[in-house]
T-cell receptor
Framework: SQQGEEDPQALSIQEGENATMNCSYKTSINNLQWYRQNSGRGLVHLILIRSNEREKHSGRLRVTLDTSKKSSSLLITASRAADTASYFC???????????FGPGTRLSVLP | DTEVTQTPKHLVMGMTNKKSLKCEQH?????MYWYKQKAKKPPELMFV???????INESVPSRFSPECPNSSLLNLHLHALQPEDSALYLC??????????FGEGSWLTVV
């Protein structure tokens, strides 16, 4: 069963704006990861955040994790047309090996 | 660029054919995965190999048969597939419990 649930399902913004995507999950996790997928391509790993971390940054990406609310958010600042893609969160249970993916957010950045 | 290599990129096969998908990684990862992805859906886990042993089989039909010849290689043998098996098949690898890295995928069409 899917653990991660992203919202919104689709998001359209103008170039230069910030994009925020959210992910919720149901049970305790070891870590949470965010991925990007361009149409018809493989998934690209963006950021891994562990259950004892609250925030991580990578370039224009900022990920937060709130284990009390069982939620995470991905912020993309100063978006570009090249950021147009689907974004997925994936969660890993403690003692698990199964990364469960949420349904994803389709981001469109308009020039 | 991904360090997980999948071949072939595209495969068309009849329902009576036998074919194989191949995956190779040279990152020293000890966990390898097969995921199946349908259009506009998240990846769904099929199999996990950990230290070259099958550790997770997500109730996948026997017409899909995984094989892990060594720590760098992962195969998916296909036999008597159905048209509904047409999808993007993604291979991935990771250190156990860490970020997973995907290949570009193999597009499979069953006719």
């Amino acid at each position: 069963s899917q653990q991660g649930e992203e919202d919104p399902q689709a998001l359209s913004i103008q170039e230069g704006e910030n994009a925020t995507m959210n992910c919720s999950y149901k049970t305790s996790i070891n870590n949470l990861q965010w991925y990007r997928q361009n149409s018809g391509r493989g998934l690209v790993h963006l950021i891994l955040i562990r259950s004892n971390e609250r925030e991580k940054h990578s370039g224009r990406l900022r990920v937060t994790l709130d284990t009390s609310k069982k939620s995470s958010s991905l912020l993309i600042t100063a978006s570009r047309a090249a950021d147009t893609a689907s974004y997925f969160c994936a969660t890993l249970h403690f003692y698990g090996q199964n990364f469960v993916f949420g349904p994803g957010t389709r981001l469109s950045v308009l020039p | 660029d991904t360090e997980v290599t999948q071949t072939p990129k595209h495969l068309v096969m009849g329902m009576t054919n036998k074919k194989s998908l191949k995956c190779e990684q040279h990152m020293g990862h000890r966990a390898m995965y097969w995921y199946k992805q349908k259009a506009k859906k998240p990846p769904e886990l099929m199999f996990v190999y950990s230290y070259e042993k099958l550790s997770i089989n997500e109730s996948v039909p026997s017409r899909f048969s995984p094989e892990c010849p060594n720590s760098s290689l992962l195969n998916l043998h296909l036999h008597a597939l159905q048209p509904e098996d047409s999808a993007l098949y993604l291979c991935a690898s990771s250190q156990v419990g860490e970020a997973i890295y995907f290949g570009e995928g193999s597009w499979l069409t069953v006719v």
